[in-house]
């Protein structure tokens, strides 16, 4: 799929005009920083940013450094990241600090087939680094961008991923990626505010297992232990079948959330 010098240069224009009078003053743009770059990327990965940004702050107050991320505990790791959700983000985040620290000396790789093998780092996590951090010339591309390329050069249809990343990358002006990538995220997002993209829709939260799992992490959180009877009965007023229950602490020992003592069969955070 071709898309013409013309139908280029027109869509950046378009896009960086846009940006520059719409632009948001976000925390994590004030810098370059590795570690406040990942951090606002895996935050903001389905959560509003409005949502994200006070909880970032909060973040970057008690864990400032990669080094110090590193070197809380599990427990402290989820209790500020707790009302986020997807609580296995936070702790690759731990993890991928941990190996940083063991593997490069602190250093977060500038390199994306390394930063790959780190924990929680995927195609679009690893360019968003290159880019944001290391300013390399890359396309950076989330659901959002995916659907303004599909509207706007291909009827709709969101192109196959080597083509879309052909297009993608096509797009980026030179030496501007940073500003490209952060304006078309800016405007993508607008657009589905508008509706002028469709939103999917999304499954019901409550009575969902991450819904159940996330509370079990709170009461540990606020309770170092606890007895697989005391969260049954945490459980109760949901009238949630004990089967689904100890598949979902199942499902949480096999993710390293939770672990349990084998003598008493109490849980605690991993």
């Known amino acids: 799929m071709k898309i013409s010098q013309k139908d280029i240069f027109t869509f950046q224009k378009e896009i960086l005009d846009w940006y520059h009078l719409n632009k948001r003053d976000l925390p994590w743009r004030k810098d370059r920083d590795a570690y406040h770059i990942l951090i606002s990327e895996v935050m903001l990965q389905q959560t509003q940013v409005s949502r994200v940004i006070p909880k970032y702050e909060v973040w970057i107050k008690?864990?400032?450094?990669?080094?110090?991320?590193?070197?809380?505990?599990?427990?402290d790791v989820l209790k500020y990241w707790s009302g986020l959700g997807y609580n296995r983000r936070a702790l690759y985040l731990h993890k991928f600090a941990k190996e940083v620290?063991?593997?490069?000396?602190?250093?977060?790789?500038?390199?994306?087939?390394?930063?790959?093998?780190?924990?929680?780092?995927?195609?679009?996590?690893?360019?968003?680094l290159l880019c944001f951090a290391f300013d390399k010339q890359v396309a950076v591309i989330d659901t959002n961008i995916k659907k303004v390329i599909a509207v706007r050069f291909n009827k709709g249809i969101v192109p196959e991923k080597k083509d879309l990343q052909e297009i993608a990358q096509a797009l980026v002006p030179q030496g501007k990626a940073y500003d490209w990538n952060q304006a078309l995220m800016d405007y993508a997002g607008a657009m589905l505010k508008e509706h002028k993209i469709p939103i999917p829709r999304q499954s019901t939260f409550k009575d969902s297992d991450r819904f159940y799992r996330g509370q079990i992490v709170k009461a540990l959180i606020a309770q170092p232990t606890l007895s697989q009877k005391e969260i049954a009965n945490m459980f109760e007023k949901f009238s949630l079948p004990r089967e689904r229950l100890e598949k979902i602490i199942l499902g949480m020992k096999k993710d390293k959330l939770v672990k349990e003592n084998n003598k008493t069969g109490a849980l605690s955070i991993a």
């Open 62 to 75: 008690v864990f400032p450094t990669l080094e110090s991320l590193a070197q809380a505990s599990s427990r």
């Open 101 to 128: 620290f063991e593997r490069y000396q602190g250093k977060v790789p500038a390199d994306e087939k390394v930063l790959l093998t780190l924990p929680g780092i995927g195609e679009y996590t690893g360019r968003a």
